[in-house]
Nanobody, 127 residues
């Protein structure tokens, strides 16, 4: 059971990225997927959550209005698009999965809610 993130890189301020989270060994269709990020010297921060049927999405205030989570269950992949990137968006971005998750406002930002984690993809926003 694995999650693999991709799509990170070096981006100039104001740019955008689409991160991918590909699942293998299990069907991501049955899982809510969250994105977290961690900057050097800081705690892991919740970024977004999307339910199995994409009926509910949730975003941290820091990315609200700039980020969009989506999923393609047929491709077993979940995506996070972020625009208007700022240097404070720099960090390692992780996706995480929890079976039958609801992206509850009090629960989805908690790393302990998730059973499976990817290895992360580095995003660096710099000119």
């Amino acid at each position: 059971l694995q999650l693999a993130e991709s799509g990170g890189g070096l981006v100039q301020p104001g740019g955008s990225l689409r991160l991918s989270c590909a699942a293998s060994g299990f069907t991501v269709e049955y899982y809510a997927i969250a994105w977290f990020r961690q900057a050097p010297g800081k705690e892991r921060e919740a970024v977004s959550c999307i339910t199995r049927d994409s009926g509910t999405t949730a975003y941290a205030d820091s990315v609200k209005g700039r980020a969009a989570a989506s999923r393609d269950n047929a491709e077993n992949t979940v995506y996070l698009q972020i625009g208007g990137l700022e240097p404070q968006d720099t960090g390692v971005y992780y996706c995480a999965a929890v079976a039958a998750g609801s992206c509850h406002p009090l629960l989805w930002p908690q790393p302990s809610e998730y059973n499976y984690w990817g290895q992360g993809t580095q995003v660096t926003v710099s000119s």
